[in-house]
């Protein structure tokens, strides 16, 4: 039985590159993660971060709102990869854009992305939030919130919020739950303060993961004790 039925799945840029602009292995692998979510029966729609390509903040002398826009259009690039990788492991896909560009994906509606997922296909979400000093996982949020999720997971490249770095600490506990105002009044770095918020107002719990341990995010999403549960 499944403990969350329809998820915003938030996946990093990172990810998608493995040291690469896009490392189509890596891609591929994420993609067969996905399958087995979609084979248990659960509904997904995927936010992409974009920093294996443009990272805004990191855009020196440019003006922030240019420089995020680049970054909106490298989630694109990144949807564009995962849309490939997925349709190789004969999963249905549709790319929705926050911003309107025509010629590579359909604009993003709630209603289409929820009827979509009900016929089973994978939505892809580009472009953030489509505005500017908006993170990737403000975005997963929102499009939790738009789209009646279950819950926002996060697949990280840690197994879950801790109490300090654990490449840096030895001593630092994983925790298996959290609040929302632990994680806000701690700043503990499980995702940014405007995603957290936003799940906390429209009571969306948060499952923080490791994106590398195979099986891991259908385990969270099942219910298991994986990762971190923030509600």
């Known amino acids: 039985m499944l403990k969350y039925k329809r998820v915003s799945l938030k996946l990093s840029g990172e990810a998608m590159g493995g040291g690469k602009t896009i490392d189509f292995a890596a891609v591929a692998a994420i993609a067969r993660e996905i399958k087995t979510l979609v084979e248990a029966g659960v509904e997904v729609g995927v936010t992409i971060g974009a920093g294996n390509i443009w990272r805004g903040r990191s855009g020196g002398s440019m003006d922030r709102n240019r420089a995020d826009q680049m970054g909106m259009l490298a989630t694109t690039i990144n949807c564009m990869a995962m849309e490939a990788a997925l349709k190789e492991e004969g999963v249905e896909t549709l790319v929705l ?90 700043n503990l ?43």
């Open 97 to 186: 854009s926050t911003l309107h560009m025509p010629s590579f994906c359909d604009d993003f509606s709630a209603e289409k992305a929820i009827d979509a997922m009900r016929q089973g296909k994978v939505c892809l979400f580009a472009c953030g939030t489509g505005r500017p000093f908006f993170s990737t996982d403000t975005a997963a949020a929102l499009k939790a919130a738009e789209i009646y999720a279950d819950a926002l997971v996060l697949a990280k490249n840690v197994d879950g919020v801790y109490s300090a770095d654990p490449n840096k600490d030895p001593n630092a506990v994983r925790y298996s739950h959290l609040t929302y105002q632990q994680v806000i009044e701690q």
């Open 189 to 231: 770095q499980a995702t940014d303060l405007t995603a957290i918020t936003l799940c906390k107002e429209q009571k969306i719990p948060v499952v923080v993961c490791a994106l590398k341990d195979e099986g891991a995010i259908l385990r969270a999403i099942n219910g298991q004790d994986v990762g971190t549960v923030i509600d």
